[in-house]
């Protein structure tokens, strides 16, 4: 038997086939869109979220709103959203008046989370949304985004929030009662990420950390030694700590040294940061 020729001898194994990826939620929305298209008593759909800024990818949740005219209701709603693709479990979720969040979990990992309202509820297109049926024009406006911008008062509130909530941490951590500390650490740096998004003039300040991402701007340098990695009372005390430094600039703003100072919360450790 001849030897094999190099080139035979040197082949590599075929590869094998890729490992499927998840299954995106294209398919999902398309179905979401055709059923409100199809049933008389949907007068809009807006899609939201990543998927409507068109930033979304096959890991995306489906974040979407549907109007409904009389005679509609919301069991309708989830029966025909259970029957786009094998449903896992179902949550409803009181979401204002008439309003109900529906999330709906499917077999293969995706989820739709649907904010069911009156149609008439709704005068324009929320910002970074995407109309996807509108058969009465109803969304053809686009709302005013500084309807979600908090105003003055709005973010005193956060800021004042934010300094509690770091004195509770320190509280806790000197109990021993670390997980509480940590819980309310958390509380603290999202309120001031609030704050962040919101003097960065970001789309929904109200959600910090994500709509600073969204927009592409950074988190503030120094927001790292904020973090702990375990539930230890010194470590918590210098997170509290390098967070008050990036409150400063807040608590000045707002006025709020002597509640900094009722609280034993020491504005004066470090030099504060400016926000980023």
């Not at 709906?104 to 008439?120: E, F, K």
């Not at 950074?218 to 904020?226: D, S």
């Not at 400063?248 to 707002?254: D, L």
Request: negative net charge; charged residues 20%; proline residues 9%.
């Amino acid at each position: 038997m001849p030897p094999a020729s190099p080139s035979s001898a040197s082949a590599a194994p075929p590869a094998p086939p890729a490992s499927p990826g998840p299954p995106g939620p294209a398919e999902l929305v398309e179905r979401l869109t055709a059923w409100a298209r199809e049933t008389p008593w949907v007068e809009w759909l807006e899609l939201a979220g990543s998927l409507g800024r068109g930033a979304g990818d096959e890991y995306s949740d489906i974040d979407a709103g549907v109007g409904l005219l009389d005679g509609g209701v919301l069991g309708a709603v989830q029966q025909a959203v259970t029957e786009f693709a094998p449903a896992a479990a179902v949550l409803r979720q009181p979401f204002g008046p008439e309003t109900t969040h529906l999330v709906c979990i499917y077999q293969d990992g995706r989820q739709l989370s649907l904010v069911v309202m009156p149609s008439a509820t709704r005068t324009g297109l929320a910002p970074e949304a995407l109309a996807l049926v509108d058969k009465l024009d109803r969304l053809s406006t686009s709302l005013d985004r500084a309807m979600w911008d908090p105003d003055a008062d709005g973010r005193r509130q956060w800021a004042f929030l934010a300094c509690i909530a770091a004195g509770d941490a320190l509280k806790h951590a000197r109990r021993g009662t670390c997980w509480r500390a940590l819980r309310s650490l958390t509380e603290a740096r999202d309120l001031y990420l609030q704050l962040v998004a919101a003097q960065e003039r970001v789309v929904f300040p109200q959600f910090g950390a994500v709509s600073l991402e969204n927009a592409g701007r950074p988190v503030p340098e120094r927001l790292a030694a904020t973090l702990v990695d375990s539930p230890d009372p010194d470590a918590i005390a210098d997170a509290v700590q390098a967070l008050l430094s990036l409150l400063a600039p807040f608590v000045a703003e707002h006025g709020l040294e002597e509640l900094c100072r009722a609280l034993r919360l020491d504005l004066r450790q470090g030099e504060p940061d400016s926000p980023r």
